[in-house]
């Protein structure tokens, strides 16, 4: 398989993307706010996550799932705590609105939190607990996702790959930003594995009799993923409770769905019928560092943190020891010059958008 | 090996450990809570949490590293946010008094937050986490703990075990609780396969050189624990990013130590020089359910999760998948009625102090 990729420009291909938004009947803020956060994923090198899903959200639109302007509402609130029917809007939108929401609370009483319901998928958790940094606070960010992971001891589709965000400012050290999957692989990985039809480690997946897979494919056919941990004597009970506590967080708590009811991503499924929520939910938060510590005290800490733990004593010397976020930025770095590459499947699903829409994909 | 097991009534032996602490310049008030979070741990089966550490406790309170009678002061604070300087308390008594701040901030605010600094260990996260339980809140307690832990990609002790756990209620089914290290394997795991002098996974710990090992008593030789995931293919840079957002949120966030520099637990090894903070840190909070959705309600669909995900299609049949905390609830209900199985070693270090405090062990 020839994977060449073509290479974008990121601005022009963010212009591209809000504009397609534009044609999708979003107000032009909603649409520049959705392109920013699918694009922040395509040049942070989390490609799952960017434009690869626009045809996925624009079926959804056209199915009248995502509402292209959905009426946004506070449902309850407290000086720290709110709960926003997001009215069927895209995550992409919601997610960044819930945030700002959280950091203004934060601001006033020392930490905010937005439960979010009736939703749809938010793109890269990153995006929104990094808003947070700028306001010297620390951003927290989960959301529940269509059913692929068993939890520990199962064989059942019944959590998604429920993303943990946690983002820590620094003073003249980069950002500490730890945005991962509770599941042994991310869709991101497998979706990598299947395209390269290379074989994938023993622990990422088991197919639907619970046998064990090294195939990415299975999970066309009904196979599953596992948490993290892969299996019981290395912890998966552990990752399933860490997938189960962002479940409950996004669902249950915010009114959405959960667990098996969490209306599947793609068009050509129906939700659940019975669904005890709301669509999609996430949980979003920021803590002001103020209101623990002196936030320029607590940012020389994270710099001498940060320092000493890229000292670690390596396993192998051309490899040290990472913070978390580390890849993700130098993909940002990167990319903002050498632009975004987009493999064929990508590339072409945006041609026929282009074409659709009358709006030339940039070059 | 005979690891014969004597049995103990557990609240003859919290009336005990009460008076041992008591004896040892505690308050009546502190040494009673203290005696409930140790006994509460032997009580869930967390063997390696409760008064297994009581002689460690009383040799760092005989060497001045613990205050039996410390200054617990709030030194800074907000509606939802404090942080506490514990005096040099055992993180027995600072955690559950900070946990109580939590809850009234949560009350007025919608969450309360509180970070700990200069304080020592604090038995299991979860009894401090379920405090928030019966005001229908969920509770969240996070601490740091002397390094054991390497890094993903590193071969260094870097990390405590650093626990994560979040408490959340429902209606008519037990509270959902998640307590868990961070790392591929526990202590309390490690102590048990070592006692057993029994081989462990691998994937659990590596020596010092950074090879493999199936060996449990490489801990002595300075070999060191595996984050959760165990390597990079299974996501080890996960368990470290959970790990180091622990020990951020309890020590830098807090004004405590972090990293290499959070004080031994053993008090034949001294504190590092130069560290920069004060003390082990934790990190404790409460969401009130009330501020996102109405309370009732919320538990009402816990019940339906948790009803849900038993009935998860199992591995095998006759283990059903599970909800975190239902081990520990199952040998809590067990050791009521039956005792509290001890260890001879652990039997033997209870005997040493009884006689030591002229205060006879209940039989």
Redesign the interface.
């Known amino acids: 398989m020839a994977a060449e990729n073509e290479i974008f420009p990121w601005v022009a291909l963010k212009t591209w993307v809000e504009n397609i938004f534009v044609k999708n009947d979003f107000s032009r803020d909603d649409a520049q706010l959705a392109a920013s956060v699918l694009i922040a994923a395509d040049l942070r090198g989390i490609d799952s996550h960017g434009v690869a899903r626009l045809s996925g959200y624009l079926r959804l639109i056209e199915k009248g799932r995502i509402q292209p302007n959905p009426l946004i509402k506070i449902i309850?609130?407290?000086?720290?705590?709110?709960?926003m029917d997001a009215g069927g809007a895209i995550g992409l939108v919601s997610a960044p609105k819930a945030m700002q929401i959280a950091i203004q609370k934060a601001k006033?009483?020392?930490?905010g939190?937005v439960?979010i319901n009736n939703s749809n998928h938010f793109g890269i958790a990153a995006f929104h607990s990094m808003m947070a940094l700028e306001h010297d606070m620390?951003g927290f960010a989960v959301t529940n996702a269509s059913p692929l992971v068993?939890?520990?001891?199962?064989?059942?589709r019944?959590l998604g790959t429920n993303p943990?965000c946690?983002a820590?400012p620094a003073l003249n050290e980069p950002p500490?930003v730890?945005d991962?999957?509770?599941s042994?692989?991310s869709n991101g990985k497998l979706e990598i594995a299947e395209r390269a039809e290379k074989e994938i480690?023993e622990?990422?997946l088991i197919k639907e009799d619970?046998s064990k897979s090294r195939n990415p494919s299975e999970l066309k056919n009904k196979g599953m993923v596992l948490t993290?941990?892969?299996d019981m004597?290395?912890?998966s009970?552990?990752?399933?409770?860490?997938s189960?506590?962002v479940?409950?967080f996004s669902?249950?708590?915010?009114?959405a769905n959960?667990?098996?009811w969490v209306p599947p991503f793609v068009s050509f499924l129906d939700p659940a019928e019975n669904a005890?929520?709301k669509g999609i939910g996430h949980f979003v938060g920021a803590?002001?560092?103020d209101?623990?510590?002196e936030a320029r005290?607590?940012k020389e800490?994270?710099d001498?943190?940060i320092q000493?733990?890229r000292k670690?004593?390596?396993?192998?010397i051309n490899?040290?020891?990472?913070i978390?976020g580390d890849n993700e930025r130098n993909a940002e770095v990167h990319r903002k010059v050498h632009g975004i590459p987009l493999n064929k499947k990508v590339h072409s699903d945006l041609l026929e958008i282009a074409e659709k829409y009358q709006l030339e994909l940039p070059k």
């Open positions: 309850r609130e407290t000086a720290s705590t709110a709960t006033i009483a020392g930490s939190w439960a620390i068993t939890p520990a001891g199962g064989r059942e019944m943990i946690v820590i500490f730890l991962m999957a509770t042994a692989a480690p622990g990422w619970g993290l941990g892969s004597e290395h912890g009970y552990k990752g399933y409770g860490l189960a506590f479940d409950i669902g249950v708590l915010s009114g959960f667990g098996p005890p929520g803590w002001s560092i209101g623990f510590r005290e607590f800490n994270m001498l943190w000493r733990f670690t004593e390596a396993m192998d490899n040290p020891v990472q978390p």
